[in-house]
């Protein structure tokens, strides 16, 4: 009997406070808005990426010719945080210093051996 009473009376009602936030400053229309200039703005930057990541690698192929300077680069890219931009170029970069340090043996630097 009890389950019967107790679907046919109404749920307790609940007093809930209410908060009076102002409306935001910024409005959707701030946050959809994308302008001509932010087009520019964002192919200009993108520009700069694209060159960015010729110049470094540049210098990877360039410092090729002393192994030690090319693995002391590596290493600072990926201490940068970068270098998963350039995985592919690291990669033969290491296969390379590899091939030719295991052709070699004069491995000294115990620095280089550590990179």
């Known amino acids: ?3 019967d009473q107790s679907a046919s ?6 007093n809930r406070r209410t908060a009076s936030y102002h409306p935001s400053n910024w409005g959707n229309s701030i946050i959809l808005s994308n302008s001509p200039d932010d087009e520019k703005i964002l192919a ?4 700069q990426l694209e060159d960015l990541k010729e ?3 540049r210098e990877l192929i360039a410092a090729a010719s002393n192994s030690s ?3 002391k ?3 600072a890219v990926q201490r940068l945080g970068v270098a998963y931009h350039f995985e592919k170029d690291i990669e033969e970069a290491l296969q390379n210093t590899f091939d030719n340090y295991r052709d070699t ?3 000294n630097d115990l ?3 550590e990179l």
């Open 9 to 14: 009376s109404p749920a307790p009602e609940t």
């Open 1 to 3: 009997m009890s389950t």
């Open 55 to 57: 110049e470094v690698r």
């Open 73 to 75: 680069f590596i290493d």
């Open 69 to 71: 300077e090319q693995l």
């Open 111 to 113: 620095y280089d051996v």
């Open 105 to 107: 043996d004069d491995i």
């Open 44 to 47: 200009h930057k993108d520009q």
